[in-house]
């Protein structure tokens, strides 16, 4: 009898231990269901966020740290959870602004990037991983938001921001972050913020350099007032031609979120109708003042002409995108393919490599026979790379029979300012130096990497 209770007794605990093993399973299983996020590829209308009474256990254990603060406290965190926060581009800025917004706990965050992530995203947009490589933007900062705080709920939004979309999206958004790297999407973000009443913190970061100003909040300028026209396309440069060291859109986005998480919570933004600069070669922020809202202004002034959002690409005369722009300064004469150049090699046809790309590029990998004289070197007439590239035109008159020019084919990273070094050139010719015939290697060392030697670098 004692035999037989305890032989029940063992299989009683056996069973339980299997039901406890199905039940954390099924628990587990429902949890990543729910838990796949959905990639938006158009604006949606969402459901009003909810507003929270009061702070879970949870909640307080959480957020204990920033709770203790007098300037945030119960009530700021409160309304943080009712805040949605529309972060346009998840790179070097928008990662970590969405990455402490997520942790402070923001009840919404829309997240917006048309591209997906490449190797050379990975020093700066930290949300993102080596397995991350080729997957929406969008989704995999959702996903890494998500995993920090499964309380906030994120949306990816795996588009281009655009006239056609961007007032439907900002206006279902209590903030807006301005984290791209185009002067077109500038104006439209401003625009539509300004249209549909929304505060945005906006940065940029370049080099060492970073930015920041918070636009149309608390009578406030907006981007408008302060910046009416847009520079000429040319003078732009963004990260993928001028470089950036990743720590420093990682501080400016780390402001970002610093000013939107001071707005939601009720403290309120200082930074409007200032500009923050951060230089990271002298660790120093400077702040100035701005001017104030214009009266004139084309979208936020008295008499508007700006009513609704226009075609920003060509207010701008640029793309709305984050990648280096062609130009196409020459005419068809004057360019060469890179397989026309891998010809001319081939042959051992007599002729000078020009390399303009700047030094620190040269060392970064170059082709072994170029002469590197640097763009800005040209423009300026240096003398010592002007000398130098005199004596090299005239050892290859010498290496040549007859006396036709000396042909020099320009070469560049990405085949821009390998033409601006042409029409450079073109005007030295003949007075300068030696007449010499000129052309420029359509799409730089970039086409060679990729149409002609594939174990040369691309960076
Ligand atoms: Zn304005």
New binding site residues.
Partial sequence: MAQEVCSLKAQLKEQEKEIAALKKKLSQLEKSHTSALELHDKVRPLTPLKAKLALSNEDIMRYSRQLLLPELGVQGQLNLSKTSVLVVGCGGLGCPLAQYLAAAGIGRLGLLDYDEVELSNLHRQVLHGEENQGQAKALSAANAARRLNSTVECIPYHLQLSSENALQLIQQYDIVADCSDNVPTRYLVNDAC?LSGKPLVSASALRMEGQLTVYNYSGG??Y??LYPVPPPPETVTNCSDGGVLGVVPGIMGCFQALEVIKIASGQGSSCSQQLVMFDAQDARFRSIKLRP??AG?A???ENPSVTKLVDYESFCGSAATDKCRKLNLLPRDQRITVQDYQSIMDKAVPHLLLDVRPLVEVEICHLPFSLNIPLSSLEERKTEHIQLFQERISQLKQQMAGDCRPPVYVICKLGNDSQKAVQVLEKMSGSEVDSIMVKDICGGLMAWAQKIDPTFPQY
């Fill in positions: 300004v300028p907006c408008r007032c809202k214009q202004c979208v936020c002034g």
